[in-house]
């Protein structure tokens, strides 16, 4: 069994900057990939951040050049660094680990950027 707990989301000023956290436990090995997808209000879930195999990254174009995603060698612990925050980047953000064919979720953490 695969557990994912992410921490560090909040209220924050537009402008400001968050590190989310998540932590894995459980049977990880064969990990591939780690990613973070957030989800507004009404609005379908979407990936902001994704690292794979020896740590290529890729990001949406709406977060590019402001958040950076990494993650220890051991899969047990991947971050989101969130710079310069935007009122719309307001969402739970979730973590995602990819073992083999199967993927794994955390329960989210809850961002909020203030005006």
């Known amino acids: 069994q695969v557990q994912l707990v992410e921490s560090g989301g909040g209220t924050v000023q537009a402008g400001g900057s968050l590190r989310l956290s998540c932590t894995t436990s459980?049977?990880?090995?064969?990990?591939?990939?780690m990613a973070w997808y957030r989800q507004a209000p009404g609005r379908e879930r979407e990936l902001a951040a994704s690292?794979?195999?020896?740590?290529?990254?890729s990001y949406a174009d709406s977060v590019k050049g402001r958040f950076s995603i990494s993650r220890d060698k051991t899969y047990k612990s991947t971050y989101l660094q969130m710079n310069d925050l935007k009122p719309e980047d307001t969402a739970v953000y979730f973590c995602?680990?990819?073992?083999?064919?199967?993927?794994?979720w955390g329960q989210g953490t809850q961002v909020t950027v203030a005006s």
């Open positions: 995602k680990m990819v073992i083999g064919r199967a993927q794994y």
């Open positions: 459980g049977r990880i090995s064969g990990a591939v990939a």
């Open positions: 690292i794979v195999g020896g740590g290529i990254t």
